[in-house]
């Protein structure tokens, strides 16, 4: 693997006072800074908290078109390994970190699971052409996120790629379909988080997640947060929604 593109994408580990563990799995071209700030939540509160950087981000376009849906579930079952020594883990995913979860979930034994803004259908429906495009098309442009304006706790942390390979767009519309699969046999605690004004992401697949889960699951719809609504304005949230899901296990 080539150099990280900003030192702030490395993974990282918080050691908390707790018996429980959290594994914080970021998204589809992200990087696991964009956990800093519910990290630190997390951590205050006792958790040891592990934010892996999955195989092929943090680096370039170019090295995250070596990898693929197996790399990344490996790169983040290997985080969930790192903490199996405590009472219980508790799995929580941006975007295809959830979806991630989703699949780890019943191999790992974890307690509980978030997913915030997890694709299970997408705004953009041309990644449905990715899996033949990417032989003319290997790769997408896309202009890099920007933080919501007057929030000095946030910049510096929205670091991701501006483009991405087309075929790791196809390996995601494939892990968006088996996590569903997998959504419906998974009986535990767990949190849907959607945002209504998901630029990436049809809010839809909030409501189909959730029916996928079953009864234990709760849906948290937020009003005015982004795709990335770990750095957006309704965070804290998100925080207290999934501090309350794990210390009630």
Avoid: K
Avoid at 78 to 99: F, K, N, P, Q, W
Avoid at 124 to 130: A, E
């Amino acid at each position: 693997m080539i150099g990280l593109f900003d030192p702030r994408c490395a993974g990282f580990t918080l050691e908390g006072t707790g018996d429980d563990g959290v594994v914080l799995i970021h998204g589809f071209t992200g990087a696991p800074t964009h956990f800093r700030l519910m990290a630190e939540a997390l951590n205050r509160s006792g958790f040891t908290v592990v934010a892996p950087l999955l195989a092929g981000h943090g680096t370039s376009v170019e090295d995250m078109a070596t990898t693929g849906a197996a790399d990344w579930l490996d790169s983040a079952r290997e985080a969930i390994t790192s903490v199996r020594d405590r009472r219980s883990i508790h799995l929580v995913g941006l975007s295809m970190g959830g979806l991630l979860g989703l699949l780890l979930a019943g191999p790992s034994g974890a307690a509980t699971v978030t997913t915030i803004n997890s694709p299970i259908r997408f705004r953009d429906r041309s990644i449905h052409l990715t899996p033949l495009a990417h032989r003319f098309s290997p790769r997408v442009e896309r202009p890099m996120d920007t933080p919501p304006p007057f929030d000095s706790e946030a910049d510096g942390l929205w670091l991701t790629y501006e483009g991405f390979p087309t075929r790791a767009a196809a390996d995601l519309l494939r892990l968006s379909r088996t996590a569903l699969r997998a959504a419906r046999r998974l009986r535990r605690p767990t949190l849907v988080v959607q945002s209504r004004a998901d630029e990436a992401v049809n809010p839809v697949s909030g409501e189909i997640l959730a029916r996928a889960l079953g009864p234990q699951s709760r849906l948290l719809w937020l009003e005015r947060s982004r795709h990335n609504a770990l750095l957006d304005v309704e965070r804290d949230i998100i925080h207290a929604a999934v501090l309350d899901l794990i210390g009630a296990t």
